[in-house]
C-alpha cells in the first residue's frame, strides 16, 4: 500500500460539515420519522396483541378437535347388522362405546337384564364390553346391541353375552325357544357352541359359550351359572325347559 | 450495544450527533452539493431508523452508515439531475490554507465516483484497504486499483502536494 501526507485532505474534508441551519432541518426531518416509525410499530404490535388471543383460542379449538376425533368424542363408525340366517351366529357392527352399560340411557334399555353379578371366574376379555349399532343415530335402542366377551380358565372357554331388542336377533330366535338350551353348528374340531335366550319386555338376553355345553355342566357349575343369569335386575321368569336335552332347571327364585 | 426494536428520540439525536459529520461527508464527496447532500443525510438516517439494525459496536454502526450513505447517494445519482455548487461556498478557511485546500478538495471531489468513498475513507477515517473492502463490500483488490488509480490522479494534477513517504 502506498502513503502520502493527507494533512491537506484532512483539513480540506474537516471543513465538509453540515451548517447549523441544516443540522436542525436534518435532525427534525429524522426524528419525525422516528416517531411515526414508533407509532406504526406500536400500532402494529397491538394488533397482534388484540389477534393472540382469537389465535390461541383457535389453535386450542383446533386440538381439542383432533384429540376428539382420535378418541371418537364426537362421532363413531357404523355398519349395518346383517340378520343371520336360522343357526348361524348373529354377526355384530363395528362401532364400540366403552363400558356402556353404565350410561344411564343404555341402562335403562338393556342393563335390567344384564348380570349385575358376574361369575366367580369370568374375566372380561379384550374384547370387553361394547355397544354396536346398525343406525348411525345410537339414541334408538331398537338398533343397538349390546355385547360382553368373558373367559373362563376353569372351563377354558369364552362366555359371549349379547342384549339386544327381540326383533334384532330375527329369525334366529323363531325355533327357538326361551330359557332352553340351543346348539350351534359343530365345528371341525368337535366343539359346538350352546347358548340359551331370555327375554323381557320386547328385550332379549343371550348366553353362549364357545365349546361349554350349559345342560352338562355339573351341578355346582350350573347353580353359578343360573345365579348370575338371576341377578339381573328383571329377570323373566320362564317355564321349564320343554326340551330332552336340557335338565329340568328351575330358575325360580 | 443491541438496540431494542424501538428508538426513543434521546437515542435517535445521539446516533446522529456521533456520526453526522462522517455521514456529511460521504455524501457530499458523491452529490457535491448542500441541498442534495442534505436530503441523502436525512434519508440515510431514517434508513436506519425503518431497518432497526442491531449494532455490536459504534464501528458496527459507523460502517452500516457508511454503506448506507453510499448507496442513497448512488442511487440518487442515478435519478437526479444535480446542480454542482461551487466548492467556495461549502467552507472557510483561513487564505493561506484555502488555496491549497481548494484544489485539493477540489481534486478529490472531481475524482470519479467511484474513488471518492475509497479515498474518503483512506485518507481521511484512516480504514485501511482491507477495512474499506469490508464497509463498501468490495473486493480488496477493487479497492487497491481504486485508491492506486485515484493516487495517479491526485499526483498528476496536484504535484508535489502529494509525498510519497
Known sequence: MFSMKNDLVIAAWNAIEPNDSQDARILSAILS???????????????????????????????????????????????????????????????KVPNPILDEELNAAFGYLFPTEIEEGFVLTEEGIGLYSDSADALHAEHRVLKATYYNEELDDTLLIQVAPSAYFGGYLKNM????????????????????????????????????????????????????????????????????????????? | ???????????????????????????????????DTEDAVSETFIRLIRSVPAFESVEHEKAWLIRTA?????????????????????????????????????????????????????YYEGYTGAEIAGLLKQPQSTVRNHLREARAILKERLGDVFDEE
Open chain 2, 70 to 122: 453510499s448507496n442513497v447517494c448512488k442511487n440518487q445519482l442515478k435519478h437526479w439531475w444535480r446542480k454542482r455548487e461551487d466548492i467556495d461556498r461549502c467552507y472557510d478557511l483561513p487564505d493561506m490554507a484555502k488555496v491549497e485546500t481548494n484544489e485539493v478538495l477540489e481534486t478529490v471531489l472531481a475524482l470519479p465516483d467511484r474513488y471518492k468513498a475509497a479515498v474518503y475513507l483512506y
Open chain 2, 1 to 35: 450495544m443491541k438496540r431494542s426494536l424501538l428508538r426513543t428520540d434521546k437515542e435517535i439525536t445521539e446516533l446522529y450527533a456521533r456520526h453526522k459529520g462522517m455521514v456529511y461527508r460521504v455524501c457530499f464527496a458523491y452529490l457535491k452539493n448542500t441541498a
Open chain 1, 33 to 95: 420519522a422516528n416517531r411515526s416509525e414508533r407509532k406504526r410499530k406500536e400500532k402494529t404490535m397491538l394488533h397482534t396483541k388484540k389477534l393472540l388471543i382469537p389465535a390461541v383460542c383457535l389453535v386450542l379449538l383446533a386440538v381439542v378437535g383432533i384429540v376428539g376425533i382420535r378418541l371418537n368424542w364426537f362421532t363413531a363408525s357404523r355398519e349395518p347388522i346383517e340378520a343371520e340366517s336360522e343357526g348361524a351366529p348373529v354377526n355384530d357392527t363395528e362401532c
Open chain 1, 177 to 253: 325357544p326361551y330359557g332352553v338350551v340351543q346348539y350351534g353348528d359343530p365345528q371341525t374340531d368337535g366343539a359346538r357352541s350352546s347358548m340359551i335366550f331370555f327375554e323381557n319386555d320386547g328385550i332379549t338376553i343371550l348366553y353362549k359359550f364357545g365349546k361349554t355345553d350349559i345342560a352338562a355342566l355339573d351341578a355346582e357349575a350350573a347353580e353359578r351359572f343360573y345365579a348370575m343369569v338371576h341377578s339381573a335386575r328383571y329377570f323373566y321368569r320362564i317355564s321349564p325347559a320343554e326340551s330332552e336335552e336340557n335338565d329340568e332347571i328351575d330358575i325360580d327364585g
